[in-house]
């Protein structure tokens, strides 16, 4: 019973700072990849960050040097630390695991719930 749980979202002014977290729970052999997607009113989901179980991590161009992807020591939650958000960051962000349930399983793309992220003034 894989599980991501997301929270950390909210409401900020334009500058301000949010951090998402996500923690994946249940029998999981091994996590992959942990990343962030996002998706805005009228715009295409995409990529915002993703870590790699070696600590490998991408950022999307729109935040790079805004946003920082991290992992804690189990490997299980991964967060992302938003500074000088933007009104065009506002999306709903969804958390995104690729993983291994057993060691001969099948990898496969696990879903956490949408949260909702709101930059306004």
């Known amino acids: 019973q894989v599980q991501l749980v997301a929270s950390g979202g909210g409401s900020v002014q334009p500058g301000g700072s949010l951090r998402l977290s996500c923690a994946a729970s249940g029998s999981i052999f091994s996590i992959r990849v942990m990343g962030w997607y996002r998706q805005a009113p009228g715009k295409q989901r995409e990529v915002v960050a993703d870590i790699t179980s070696g600590g490998s991590t991408n950022y999307a161009d729109s935040v790079k040097g805004r946003f920082i992807i991290s992992r804690d020591n189990a490997n299980d939650t991964v967060y992302l630390q938003m500074n000088s958000l933007k009104p065009e960051d506002t999306a709903v962000y969804y958390c995104?695991?690729?993983?291994?349930?057993?060691?001969?399983?099948?990898?496969?793309?696990?879903w956490g719930q949408g949260i909702q992220v709101t930059v306004s003034s």
């Open positions: 995104n695991a690729k993983l291994l349930i057993t060691k001969l399983s099948p990898l496969y793309t696990h």
